[in-house]
């Protein structure tokens, strides 16, 4: 082979045409000239797909109908989704595998953690907020830069006491604003508001969710399948609630005037879906509203 | 360091952002490398000597296969690492602990500090640390010996040269200037929408976790520009798109490794060119152009060294600079 022919052969660009420099060069033929407009067509067509897909990607975030519930300590929505580096250095150290990273829906968001609280809710049996601690960018932070605005109501307003550690020398965890908020949302469904009891594995056989039972295991997180109960009033979401004070059940007044037991959201609730997770009636009687902000 | 040298230097820089590698003048050619092309120039034994030595060359793929050992392995840190709990390399390519170190890549890092507008520590120890370390690794191996689309692409590029063979497909090129106007396009959006929207579509980012942690819906935009690139434009991601590429080629710039050109035993036949991803790179191989004895290639090279591992005359080698003065 000749070195001409593999000269030509090689090298996508080693034929651009440059305007600004053809007055030396010798004209270019017209076959030339109108591959290099192909050419020109070509990378005009390769820039407008690139884009659209990449831009594509905020269609996700301008139709979300409910925002996802994020790791604990991380920052607002939008400061979320730009500092995250989608890592998942957050997912590889959580003791339960309640983080999970987003797909290609998500659009900007594909890659960043989530919580579906129903399926694997964050229980804080690691203690000390790990996932905080793992992110390499401060999206999960324990104090957020100044900079950055305090939504009113997202602020705890004492750090958290964690029930599994209330005995220990420190036993906060250092959390300064909620994720969301426990809401009743279909008080209709709720045992205790029935007045029934609750036998069995609280959310089936099958079910593959995870938790840390003190009275099993401090370190080690069972299955919620492994671990039925049996309770004459059900309260599994106020007896499973990781943080002190968030929720009690307490005897409220009907809408009709006769009094019934409900449970009741507290200040200090952090939104971590424990009670969402462990509710045993199917969809679940109490949700985490996620971002959502304490009103008293 | 000659003139000639010295101009290609800045010249292989802009060559990187996609202008054309041109033609050196005479005047800045080495009086050696002169005497070279000089004694290349019709000489009827060096045809023979070139026509016997293709008919004796034996492939190698030598480096081919140390680099595709590495960068499986390297992926695989990242999954046995977290699937087996043993904390070696935790995180996924684009930012990570190894050993417990930070270490962050340089293009999505960048990314983040554009759309978030505020540096932690962290991140910037996990910057430092690979600019350091791909300072002195040479830029843009990143893409050859760890980025996991690359490994794809390659195979993928086979595909394309075979369909190119049997004339079922001819490779479409593009303007590789292209790939500077995405990196602009692609900072400024950071910058202005305050989303890192590049990592939305990095096929880099999309594989690596991907591997680590399942697979998602995100794996059909890397599917469909593997499509595009066998059915239409060969390689096309790394050699038109990918910003990842031009932020390590800019790193690599004054990086001890690289592939060094050495004029004498050339046979001129470019088969190094056929092979390379960037070609470009390797204008000097083209009879007359060298202007040294010795040419250094310039930082658009991923280091790969299929060329190394093609060249039937061993005219092309990976080199340390300096290091050859120190022993």
């Given at each position: 082979?000749?070195?001409?022919?593999?000269?030509q052969?090689v090298?996508?660009?080693?034929?651009a045409?440059?305007?600004?420099?053809?007055?030396?060069?010798?004209?270019?033929?017209?076959?030339?000239?109108?591959?290099?407009?192909?050419?020109?067509l070509r990378?005009?067509?390769?820039?407008?797909?690139?884009?659209g897909?990449?831009?594509?990607?905020?269609l996700?975030?301008?139709y979300?109908?409910?925002?996802?519930?994020?790791?604990p300590?991380?920052?607002?929505?939008?400061?979320?989704?730009?500092?995250?580096?989608?890592?998942g250095?957050?997912?590889?150290?959580?003791?339960?595998?309640?983080?999970?990273l987003a797909?290609?829906?998500d659009?900007?968001g594909v890659?960043?953690?989530?919580?579906?609280?129903?399926a694997?809710?964050?229980?804080?049996?690691?203690?000390?907020?790990?996932?905080?601690?793992?992110?390499?960018?401060?999206?999960?932070?324990?104090?957020?830069?100044?900079?950055?605005?305090?939504?009113?109501?997202?602020?705890?307003?004492?750090?958290?006491i964690?029930?599994?550690k209330?005995?220990?020398?420190?036993?906060?965890l250092?959390?300064?604003?909620?994720?969301g908020v426990?809401?009743?949302?279909?008080?209709?469904?709720?045992?205790?508001?029935?007045?029934?009891?609750?036998?069995?594995?609280?959310?089936?056989?099958?079910?593959?969710g995870?938790?840390?039972?003190?009275?099993?295991?401090?370190?080690?997180?069972?299955?919620i399948?492994?671990?039925?109960?049996?309770?004459?009033?059900?309260?599994?979401?106020?007896?499973?609630c990781?943080?002190?004070?968030?929720?009690?059940?307490?005897?409220?007044?009907?809408?009709?005037?006769?009094?019934?037991?409900?449970p009741?959201?507290?200040?200090?609730?952090?939104?971590?879906?424990?009670?969402e997770?462990?509710?045993?009636?199917?969809?679940?009687?109490?949700?985490?509203?996620?971002?959502?902000?304490?009103r008293? | 360091?000659?003139?000639?040298?010295?101009?290609?230097?800045?010249?292989?820089?802009?060559v990187?952002?996609?202008?054309?590698?041109?033609?050196?003048?005479?005047?800045?050619?080495?009086?050696?490398?002169?005497?070279?092309?000089?004694?290349?120039?019709?000489?009827?034994?060096?045809?023979?000597?070139?026509?016997?030595a293709?008919?004796?060359?034996?492939?190698?793929?030598?480096?081919r296969?140390?680099?595709?050992?590495?960068?499986?392995l390297?992926?695989?840190?990242?999954?046995?690492?977290?699937?087996?709990?043993?904390?070696?390399?935790?995180?996924?390519?684009?930012?990570?602990?190894l050993?417990?170190?930070?270490?962050?890549?340089?293009?999505?890092?960048?990314?983040?500090?554009?759309?978030?507008?505020?540096?932690?520590?962290?991140l910037?120890?996990?910057?430092?640390?690979?600019?350091?370390?791909?300072m002195?690794f040479?830029?843009?191996?990143?893409?050859?010996?760890?980025?996991?689309?690359?490994?794809?692409?390659?195979?993928?590029?086979?595909?394309?040269?075979?369909?190119?063979?049997?004339?079922?497909?001819?490779?479409?090129?593009?303007?590789r200037?292209?790939?500077?106007?995405?990196?602009?396009?692609?900072?400024?959006?950071?910058?202005?929408?305050?989303?890192?929207?590049?990592?939305s579509?990095?096929?880099?980012?999309?594989?690596?976790?991907?591997?680590?942690?399942?697979?998602?819906?995100?794996?059909?935009w890397?599917?469909?520009?593997?499509?595009?690139?066998?059915?239409?434009?060969?390689?096309?991601?790394?050699?038109?798109?990918?910003?990842?590429?031009?932020?390590?080629g800019?790193?690599g710039?004054?990086?001890?490794?690289?592939?060094?050109?050495?004029?004498?035993?050339?046979?001129?036949?470019?088969?190094?060119?056929k092979?390379?991803?960037?070609?470009?790179?390797?204008?000097t191989?083209?009879?007359?152009r060298?202007?040294?004895?010795?040419?250094?290639?310039?930082?658009?090279?991923?280091?790969?060294?299929?060329?190394?591992?093609?060249?039937?005359?061993?005219?092309?080698?990976?080199?340390?600079?300096?290091?050859?003065?120190?022993?």
């Open positions: 082979m000749s070195e001409d022919n593999s000269a052969e090298g996508p660009g080693s034929t045409p440059e305007p600004a420099k053809s007055g030396g060069k010798p004209p270019m033929s017209k076959e030339r000239k109108q591959q290099a407009r192909r050419r020109v990378t005009i067509l390769l820039t407008g797909g690139v884009l897909a990449a831009i594509s990607g905020y996700p975030l301008a979300a109908q409910k925002q996802r519930l994020r790791p300590g991380a920052l607002d929505e939008k400061d979320f989704l730009s500092s995250c580096i989608k890592c250095q957050c997912v590889q150290v959580c003791p339960v595998q309640a983080i999970k797909d290609l829906v659009g900007f890659g960043v953690p989530y919580i579906d609280a129903r694997q809710a964050c229980d804080f049996s690691c203690d000390a907020v790990q996932c905080i601690l793992a992110c390499p960018t401060g999206s999960l932070t324990y104090h957020k830069p100044e900079f950055l605005p305090v939504r009113p109501g997202a602020a705890l307003a004492a750090k958290p964690l029930i599994a209330e005995k220990d020398p420190e036993p906060t250092n959390m300064h604003e909620r994720i426990a809401r009743l949302t279909r008080p209709e469904s709720c045992l205790a508001i029935q007045g029934k009891g609750f036998k069995g594995q609280a959310r089936g056989p099958n079910f593959k995870e938790m840390r039972y003190m009275d099993v295991d401090r370190w080690k997180p069972i299955k399948a492994d671990h039925p109960y049996d309770v004459p009033e059900c309260d599994l979401c106020v007896r499973e990781p943080i002190k004070g968030a929720i009690s059940i307490e005897t409220v007044f009907a809408p009709n005037g006769t009094q019934r037991k409900s009741v959201v507290h200040e200090p609730c952090v939104g971590c879906g424990v009670c997770m462990i509710c045993p009636v199917e969809p679940a009687a109490i949700e985490i509203v996620s971002r959502e902000v304490w008293s | 360091m000659s003139a000639g040298l010295k101009r290609r230097f800045w010249d292989q820089i802009k990187m952002l996609g202008r054309d590698p041109s033609r050196p003048i005479v005047a800045e050619i080495a009086p050696q490398a002169q005497v070279m092309h000089h004694y290349k120039r019709g000489n009827r034994d060096l045809i023979a000597e070139k026509l016997h293709r008919a004796h060359a034996e492939h190698k793929n030598t480096w296969n140390r680099r595709w050992i590495t960068l499986i390297a992926n695989l840190l990242f999954v046995i690492s977290f699937q087996f709990d043993i904390q070696i390399l935790e995180g996924a390519l684009t930012a990570s602990r050993i417990g170190f930070h270490a962050v890549d340089l293009n999505s890092g960048l990314q983040v500090i554009l759309a978030h507008k505020h540096i932690i520590v962290n910037v120890i996990g910057m430092t640390t690979m600019l350091v370390f791909w002195l040479g830029g843009r191996a990143f893409c050859s010996w760890l980025c996991p689309y690359h490994l794809l692409a390659e195979w993928a590029e086979k595909i394309h040269l075979y369909l190119v063979k049997k004339k079922l497909v001819t490779d479409q090129p593009m303007d200037r292209l790939r500077s106007v995405f990196w602009l396009i692609f900072a400024l959006l950071a910058l202005l929408t305050g989303y890192t929207v590049y990592e579509i990095s096929p880099t980012g999309i594989l690596s976790r991907a591997l680590i942690y399942g697979p998602g819906l995100a794996l059909l890397v599917a469909a520009l593997l499509v595009f690139e066998v059915f239409f434009s060969r390689r096309a991601w790394c050699r038109y798109a990918c910003p990842i590429g031009l932020t390590y800019v790193v710039i004054l990086s001890p490794l690289r592939i060094l050109y050495r004029l004498e035993g050339c046979f001129h036949e470019g088969d190094c060119r092979v390379c991803l960037v070609p470009h790179v390797l204008d191989v083209i009879k007359g060298a202007v040294g004895a010795e040419v250094p290639i310039g930082p658009d090279c991923t280091r790969c060294g299929l060329c190394v591992d093609t060249c039937p005359t061993g005219s092309l080698k990976f080199d340390v600079k300096g290091l050859s003065k120190l022993m």
